[in-house]
């Protein structure tokens, strides 16, 4: 019994002596997310992909607010077969728009997921490159409770970043 725990003792020992010689470092994501120039790049192309597109989908709301406004001002003196045709109309711009906007929602939805998965590449590739450069033998990111400043490798992630060509 006393040999096993002799073992078990000098197993931890010589764990603890090869964890001193480990170097770790954290690396905060949503922190380098939020500041990485590749981020702010793919916000604009995106604001300008979509925007045409938002731009009609204000004016298709603003023209079925209108047809209302009109509905409900002139109900009174309109003929049957006109409130009913302006209703008709109403009802059909009112799903055209509603169509457009999930289409619009899923479009971008898709193409921000794109862009985002870009962006997440190049970072794992920074890590690695830091990593490799500095002779990390541990890197970790998302999921740590506590990392004190000396082993936040953060802001090396972040000027790799803005070094790497787009």
């Not at 010589?14 to 010689?21: G, L, Q, R, T």
């Not at 590749?38 to 023209?63: C, G, I, M, N």
Request: charged content about 35%; cysteine-free.
């Amino acid at each position: 019994m006393k040999t096993k725990i002799a073992l078990f003792l000098g197993l931890l020992l010589s764990a603890n002596v090869s964890f001193a010689e480990l170097k770790i470092g954290f690396v905060n994501i949503p922190a380098v997310l939020e500041k990485a120039p590749q981020a702010e790049k793919a916000k604009k192309r995106l604001e300008q992909e979509f925007s045409p597109r938002d731009k009609q989908l204000v004016a298709q709301q603003k023209e079925i607010q209108s047809k209302e406004e009109r509905m409900t001002k002139d109900a009174a003196v309109m003929s049957e077969s006109e409130r009913s045709n302006l209703e008709k109309d109403i009802l059909n711009k009112k799903r055209d728009a509603k169509r457009s906007q999930q289409e619009f929602s899923e479009d971008f939805n898709a193409r921000r997921n794109e862009e985002l998965g870009k962006l997440q590449r190049r970072i794992v590739e920074a890590i690695r490159s830091i990593a490799k450069d500095q002779n990390f033998d541990l890197l970790l990111t998302d999921g740590v409770i506590y990392a004190s400043e000396k082993i936040d490798v953060t802001a090396q992630v972040q000027q790799k970043l803005l070094a790497m060509p787009e």
